[in-house]
Protein backbone atom coordinates (compact mmCIF):
# COMPACT_ATOMS: atom_id res chain seq x y z
CA UNK A 1 0.00 0.00 0.00
CA UNK A 2 1.66 3.44 -1.16
CA UNK A 3 2.52 6.00 1.67
CA UNK A 4 0.00 8.54 0.23
CA UNK A 5 -2.97 6.02 2.55
CA UNK A 6 -0.94 5.56 5.36
CA UNK A 7 -1.44 6.87 8.66
CA UNK A 8 2.02 7.83 10.11
CA UNK A 9 2.00 10.13 12.30
CA UNK A 10 0.49 10.50 15.94
CA UNK A 11 -2.74 12.84 14.52
CA UNK A 12 -6.46 11.61 14.48
CA UNK A 13 -7.39 9.91 11.30
CA UNK A 14 -10.82 9.18 10.01
CA UNK A 15 -10.73 5.87 8.51
CA UNK A 16 -13.24 3.48 7.07
CA UNK A 17 -13.27 -0.53 7.38
CA UNK A 18 -15.57 -2.11 4.89
CA UNK A 19 -16.62 -5.79 4.51
CA UNK A 20 -15.90 -7.10 1.13
CA UNK A 21 -18.84 -7.18 -1.47
CA UNK A 22 -20.62 -4.97 1.30
CA UNK A 23 -21.67 -8.02 3.35
CA UNK A 24 -23.58 -6.89 6.23
CA UNK A 25 -21.77 -9.15 9.20
CA UNK A 26 -22.74 -5.87 11.66
CA UNK A 27 -26.32 -7.18 11.64
CA UNK A 28 -25.54 -10.37 13.69
CA UNK A 29 -24.50 -9.03 17.18
CA UNK A 30 -21.24 -12.21 16.93
CA UNK A 31 -19.77 -9.76 14.51
CA UNK A 32 -20.23 -6.52 16.24
CA UNK A 33 -19.26 -7.52 19.59
CA UNK A 34 -16.33 -9.45 18.10
CA UNK A 35 -14.82 -5.84 16.57
CA UNK A 36 -15.36 -3.92 19.55
CA UNK A 37 -13.44 -6.48 21.70
CA UNK A 38 -11.11 -5.87 19.39
CA UNK A 39 -10.59 -2.74 19.09
CA UNK A 40 -11.25 -2.62 22.88
CA UNK A 41 -7.99 -4.69 22.89
CA UNK A 42 -6.05 -2.16 21.00
CA UNK A 43 -6.91 0.40 22.98
CA UNK A 44 -6.13 -1.18 26.29
CA UNK A 45 -3.16 -3.23 25.15
CA UNK A 46 -1.58 -1.12 22.12
CA UNK A 47 -2.78 2.25 23.49
CA UNK A 48 -5.45 3.10 20.89
CA UNK A 49 -7.28 6.27 21.28
CA UNK A 50 -10.90 5.63 19.96
CA UNK A 51 -12.12 9.66 19.36
CA UNK A 52 -15.29 8.58 17.77
CA UNK A 53 -17.26 5.88 15.65
CA UNK A 54 -20.06 4.23 14.07
CA UNK A 55 -20.66 0.64 13.22
CA UNK A 56 -22.95 0.12 10.79
CA UNK A 57 -24.28 -3.03 9.17
CA UNK A 58 -21.49 -3.58 6.51
CA UNK A 59 -18.52 -1.22 7.93
CA UNK A 60 -17.12 1.11 10.37
CA UNK A 61 -16.14 4.77 10.59
CA UNK A 62 -14.11 5.82 13.18
CA UNK A 63 -11.76 8.35 14.33
CA UNK A 64 -8.36 7.07 15.53
CA UNK A 65 -5.30 8.34 16.74
CA UNK A 66 -1.93 6.37 18.46
CA UNK A 67 0.70 8.46 19.82
CA UNK A 68 3.26 6.52 18.67
CA UNK A 69 2.95 7.21 15.24
CA UNK A 70 2.07 3.52 14.16
CA UNK A 71 -1.61 3.89 13.76
CA UNK A 72 -1.52 2.02 10.21
CA UNK A 73 0.16 -1.45 11.77
CA UNK A 74 -2.33 -1.19 14.82
CA UNK A 75 -5.02 -0.39 11.76
CA UNK A 76 -3.37 -3.86 9.76
CA UNK A 77 -3.65 -5.76 13.12
CA UNK A 78 -6.76 -5.44 14.33
CA UNK A 79 -8.23 -6.07 10.87
CA UNK A 80 -5.78 -9.19 10.22
CA UNK A 81 -6.95 -10.43 13.94
CA UNK A 82 -10.83 -9.49 12.88
CA UNK A 83 -10.53 -11.30 9.57
CA UNK A 84 -9.46 -14.75 11.46
CA UNK A 85 -12.01 -14.52 13.75
CA UNK A 86 -14.68 -14.10 11.36
CA UNK A 87 -13.49 -16.69 9.23
CA UNK A 88 -13.68 -18.96 12.03
CA UNK A 89 -16.85 -18.44 13.08
CA UNK A 90 -18.23 -18.68 9.50
CA UNK A 91 -16.84 -21.55 9.25
CA UNK A 92 -17.84 -23.32 12.37
CA UNK A 93 -21.10 -21.83 12.99
CA UNK A 94 -24.03 -23.89 11.36
CA UNK A 95 -26.86 -21.50 12.54
CA UNK A 96 -25.93 -18.96 10.46
CA UNK A 97 -28.24 -18.70 7.62
CA UNK A 98 -25.40 -16.52 5.00
CA UNK A 99 -22.04 -18.77 6.08
CA UNK A 100 -22.09 -20.34 2.65
CA UNK A 101 -22.81 -17.19 0.40
CA UNK A 102 -20.00 -15.11 2.54
CA UNK A 103 -17.90 -17.93 2.46
CA UNK A 104 -18.30 -17.90 -1.59
CA UNK A 105 -18.42 -14.36 -1.50
CA UNK A 106 -15.14 -13.67 0.69
CA UNK A 107 -13.25 -16.65 -1.67
CA UNK A 108 -14.29 -14.62 -4.77
CA UNK A 109 -12.48 -11.35 -3.91
CA UNK A 110 -9.65 -12.74 -1.89
CA UNK A 111 -8.53 -14.31 -6.06
CA UNK A 112 -8.02 -10.62 -6.90
CA UNK A 113 -5.33 -9.98 -3.97
CA UNK A 114 -2.18 -11.23 -3.85
CA UNK A 115 -2.09 -11.24 0.12
CA UNK A 116 -5.07 -13.39 0.61
CA UNK A 117 -4.92 -16.14 -1.39
CA UNK A 118 -8.23 -17.95 0.49
CA UNK A 119 -10.64 -15.30 1.98
CA UNK A 120 -10.23 -11.40 1.83
CA UNK A 121 -12.51 -10.42 4.24
CA UNK A 122 -12.24 -6.83 4.34
CA UNK A 123 -11.56 -4.08 1.64
CA UNK A 124 -7.95 -3.16 1.10
CA UNK A 125 -8.04 0.30 1.27
CA UNK A 126 -8.94 2.52 4.60
CA UNK A 127 -8.69 5.25 2.66
CA UNK A 128 -7.10 7.12 6.39
CA UNK A 129 -7.54 11.12 6.28
CA UNK A 130 -5.48 12.98 8.98
CA UNK A 131 -7.61 15.60 10.54
CA UNK A 132 -4.72 17.94 11.50
CA UNK A 133 -7.83 20.94 11.99
CA UNK A 134 -10.93 21.13 14.25
CA UNK A 135 -12.93 22.00 11.36
CA UNK A 136 -12.16 19.16 9.49
CA UNK A 137 -12.39 17.27 12.62
CA UNK A 138 -15.77 18.77 13.75
CA UNK A 139 -16.69 17.56 10.10
CA UNK A 140 -15.87 13.99 9.79
CA UNK A 141 -16.98 13.55 13.51
CA UNK A 142 -20.68 14.97 12.01
CA UNK A 143 -20.62 12.48 9.28
CA UNK A 144 -19.58 9.61 11.79
CA UNK A 145 -22.44 10.66 13.72
CA UNK A 146 -25.12 10.98 11.13
CA UNK A 147 -24.52 7.98 9.57
CA UNK A 148 -27.75 6.19 10.75
CA UNK A 149 -29.53 8.85 10.63
CA UNK A 150 -29.08 9.86 6.46
CA UNK A 151 -29.30 5.59 6.56
CA UNK A 152 -32.48 6.26 7.67
CA UNK A 153 -32.13 3.74 10.42
CA UNK A 154 -32.63 6.44 13.48
CA UNK A 155 -34.29 9.86 14.04
CA UNK A 156 -31.07 11.08 16.09
CA UNK A 157 -27.21 9.91 16.56
CA UNK A 158 -27.36 8.99 20.39
CA UNK A 159 -30.48 6.49 19.04
CA UNK A 160 -27.44 4.04 17.21
CA UNK A 161 -26.24 1.96 20.29
CA UNK A 162 -23.24 1.72 18.10
CA UNK A 163 -21.65 4.92 17.82
CA UNK A 164 -19.90 7.43 20.02
CA UNK A 165 -22.89 9.50 20.17
CA UNK A 166 -24.89 7.16 22.21
CA UNK A 167 -23.93 6.79 25.78
CA UNK A 168 -25.28 3.80 26.31
CA UNK A 169 -23.28 1.73 24.00
CA UNK A 170 -20.31 -0.60 25.09
CA UNK A 171 -17.11 1.28 24.11
CA UNK A 172 -18.01 4.62 25.48
CA UNK A 173 -19.33 2.27 28.81
CA UNK A 174 -15.66 1.14 28.74
CA UNK A 175 -13.96 4.11 28.50
CA UNK A 176 -16.23 6.26 31.01
CA UNK A 177 -15.06 3.78 33.58
CA UNK A 178 -11.28 3.91 32.66
CA UNK A 179 -11.26 7.84 31.91
CA UNK A 180 -14.59 8.98 34.23
CA UNK A 181 -17.43 10.79 32.70
CA UNK A 182 -15.45 13.09 30.61
CA UNK A 183 -14.76 10.71 28.05
Keep these: MSEKYK ?4 LPYFVTMTFQGWVDLFTREVYRELF ?3 LMHCHIKKGLIIHEYVIMS ?3 HLILQNRSSRLSEIIRDFKAHVAREVLKRLKTDNSES ?3 WALRLFKYYAKYLKQ ?3 YAIWRKSNRPIVLDNS ?4 RCMDYIHLNPVKAGLVLAPNHWLY ?3 CNENPINK ?3 IQYGDGA
Design 163 to 165: SSA
Design 116 to 118: NKD
Design 174 to 176: ILR
Design 58 to 60: NHA
Design 135 to 138: ELYE
Design 98 to 100: RRE
Design 7 to 10: ANDD
Design 36 to 38: VDA
